[in-house]
């Protein structure tokens, strides 16, 4: 392997990766507080189509990110609602707003262009690779860590921060709490609902965030079908990264790799089926799962959040 | 002052009958503002659904055509939400019955009887569904391993078999380089009734008369009720937990990899793109508003491959999307979901009391870590 391939791989690993992280990142958050949220695909697709529309109608970058933000934490909010006020239960209320939000983006994506028409093959603002001077030009790492988007700088900053709210902070305890053991949190005054409230729509923030570099970034423009599973692959993700977000970097590295080494296979002309490699993240996925749930002592190091997908309600009289 | 939820001395049939009524009218509603906005009249777009998914013989087809999967893998669904096991992997299931079935139709037909064939392909199609599905069933009975996950990362393994199989080994040397296999042998294939409906119909209804009457008449259905209603009764009362979840899984995969196999046998005829088309996880709504009751499976299954097919049919005759109906299939859900908890609890304005106890916050979680 040369060098300028070792390059390109891992600067394609980012890209394809970023969208990923940041989904990854959100659903941390809120799977953290308890709320298992399986509509990150949905919101994805509603940060997409929203944040495209508006870089097409307004040109400006900036408002379309902070719409897909918005509309990530709208539609996580929907999820919030039933979950922590109306205790629905978390996997079909999730499913429901993948299934919502995939309908209403294509809906959206039919009818958002130019007078009603068609989002589907419009060319928008997009962003662009800003390379970082002196940085960019180093070898191997300079033009794939240092040569790309905003969004994908924003990351740098966005896992470290969440490792760090997450662990050092007073809010990321009572978050973890929550998590945890929310009767106990609920006694010593810590508010259980609104912190799953607060972290669902973080996550939805973010998945939506993650959905955004997908139109602008990585895609440029809006498709059916744009997120590609991807949301799936963050929940995955998640349980892979045993709820950790240094560790979800390697996650998405490892996923976002598979794409980037398949892209160069398929040039390079090899018959290894592409099926089988992208088959393994899925299979990793599973045996992580069952280490972590057979081993207990494990389990308990990484703080697997305990009462993950348990609605919480207070004793309630007669 | 602040809203509590205080339980209700008994469930609330009133508010039990409510809540779908009400969610179907927030559906349409909702539904109806967003064609608003997309300048069409409501009513002129859902009388074009209606007709579209009920309104004649070949319609009613169409619709059949979507049902008869959904009604399949949400029998096989509600076996498993019975028992509060939480099977979202249908679709992987669907998606390996759906692969058997094509393995036998292409390369058995000639060794086999014809008259065997697709008997056997059913079989085997069922087979395989159940098999996938007992992978997660284990590792939940044996090891508690959160069954949510695999079931789904199950799926996408499935998935990404077929497309495989399809695109690659089996793909038909004579298909102009297409993705699919060739065409089945005619011994494979399921009779139809009408257009495209098949024969797949009467194998949801035997399950589900099926699945009634064990649920309601077994020891088998009475033990897999406990396990739902109260899994710590269960234990106590002597079931075998293990077993019980094997075995309903193995029907619930069973039932999902039919649905596969009449996909393939009855509808297409081959294996291409389009078996995986999100069946197996309609199939939980499905489950979901049926209350789990076999025979609303069936009606259920029926009226949403009615809102699929009309969102097809406006998207034919007035250039609307097609995933209007997805769209109204979730605004339905949402407040059938919320409106669940209003059968057991009533809302209650109290006052702020000093009972919310506060412990000294010494007490926290410490687990820190890199």
Known sequence: MNLSLISSILTITLRAGTSLLY???????????????????????????????????????????????????????????????????????????????????????????????????????????????????????????????????GLYLCVPLAAWYLYKTRAGLYMRAVGENPQTADAMGIRVGWNRYLYTMLGGALAGLGGAHLSLAYTRGWTENITGGRGWIAVALVIFAMWDPLRAVIGAALFGGINAVQFRMQAAGTTIPAALLNMLPYIATIIVLVVITWWETLRKRVGAPAALGVPYAREEKG | MRIVFEKRQSVSRTIRVLVPVVSLVFALVFGAFLLILSGVNPFVAYAAMAEGAFGDVHALSETLVKAIPLMLTGLGVSIA??????????????????????????????????????????????????????????????????????????????????????????????????????????????????????????????????????????????????????????????????????????????????????????????????????????????????????????????????????????????????AMGLVLQGALLFPMLGGALFTEYKLRFVHASPEDAVLPRESLPKESES
């Open chain 2, 81 to 322: 939400f019975r028992m509060l096991f939480w099977n979202i992997g249908a679709e992987g299931q669907l998606a390996m019955g759906g692969l058997v079935a094509t393995g036998v139709a292409l390369y058995a037909s000639n060794a086999l009887p014809s008259w065997s064939v697709l008997p056997a392909a059913i079989l085997l199609g069922m087979v395989a569904g159940a098999l996938w599905a007992a992978i997660p069933a284990v590792l939940r009975a044996y090891l508690e391993v959160n069954e949510t996950i695999t079931t789904l990362m199950m799926n996408y393994i499935a998935i990404l078999l077929v497309s495989h199989m399809y695109h690659g080994p089996w793909r038909d040397p004579g298909g102009y380089g297409f993705p699919g296999t060739a065409r089945f042998p005619e011994v494979a294939w399921l009779p139809r009734l009408y257009d495209r409906a098949h024969a797949g119909l009467f194998f949801a209804i035997i399950a589900a008369a099926v699945l009634w009457f064990v649920l309601q008449r077994t020891k088998w259905g009475f033990e897999l009720r406990i396990m739902g209603e109260n899994p710590t009764a269960a234990r106590y009362i002597g079931i075998n937990i293990e077993r019980q979840i094997i075995v309903a899984m193995l029907v619930s995969g069973g039932l999902a990899g039919l649905a596969g196999v009449c996909e393939v046998t009855g509808v297409m005829r081959r294996l291409q793109q389009g078996l995986t088309v999100g069946y197996g996880y309609t199939a939980i709504i499905v489950a979901w508003m049926s209350q789990l009751n076999p025979w609303g499976v069936l009606l259920v299954g029926f009226l949403l491959a009615g809102l699929l097919v009309g969102g097809d049919q406006i998207q034919m005759a007035m250039g609307l999307p097609a």
């Open chain 1, 23 to 153: 989904a990854t990142i959100g659903e941390i958050y809120a799977e953290r507080s308890g709320i298992l949220n399986l509509g990150v695909e949905g919101m994805m697709m509603m940060g997409a189509v929203s944040a495209f529309a508006v870089a097409y109608h307004t040109g400006s970058l900036a408002l379309a990110v902070l719409t897909a933000l918005l509309v990530g934490a709208v539609m996580a909010l929907i999820h919030a609602f039933l979950s922590v006020s109306l205790r629905a239960n978390q996997v079909v209320s999730g499913l429901t707003l993948t299934l919502f939000g995939t309908g209403l983006a294509s809906f959206l994506g039919q009818r958002l262009g130019p007078d009603g028409s068609r989002l589907v093959g419009l060319v928008g603002p997009s962003l662009e690779r800003l390379p970082i001077p002196v940085l960019s030009v180093l070898p191997i790492v300079g033009d794939s860590f240092f040569n790309q988007d905003v969004l994908t700088y």
